[in-house]
């Protein structure tokens, strides 16, 4: 490995299927996605996919110190707590995870970005506004840059979707990008190409 390659930062993206690119060519999630941009625009940075397929935030707290130690990331993209929600689990227990996370993170040094995620309606009005309420609230307590929703513009639109009416199909990875991108860039360390 090269004195450039180890010393460029790395950025960590922590999530569940939406991110790991569940049923697409890897390179086309927009984890792959967002990968390309960054070596367009000129930022230095190497990502870490440790998104797992089924990941829950009590899953995501277990592995995160491991993945802190071994990886070292500058930032977290932080995108954990559908699962949980679609196991109908307690909003208190996801944020308690969530929380968790965040402040392994920042004992690691790492700034995190807060991903945003809503549920279906069918899971009742009270739990899922309880459930979408858990990420400003962890973005104010622990002032963080908050992704407000990671599907917004697709998430009520089957089109957008596979078969399970769960994962976002290859056209709707662009559209997430969008969502994250300018939330992350300010994160960033200044080199990148303007207006990209």
Known sequence: MSASAAAAPTLLIFGDS????????????WVGLLRERLQRSGYPHEVVNASLTGETTLGGKSRIDNLLRRHRPQI????????????????????????????ACRRAGARVLLVGMQLPPNYGTAYTEKFREIFPRLAKRYRLPLVPFLLEGIGHDLQWFQPDGIHPVLEAQPRI????????????APGGKKGS
């Open 177 to 188: 990008l969008e969502n994250v991108w300018p939330h992350l860039r300010p994160l960033l």
């Open 18 to 29: 939406l991110s790991s690119g569940y049923g697409l060519a890897l390179e086309k999630s």
């Open 76 to 103: 977290v993209i932080l995108e954990l707590g559908g699962n949980d929600g679609l196991r109908g689990l307690p909003p208190e227990t996801t944020q308690q995870n969530l929380e968790a996370i965040i402040k």
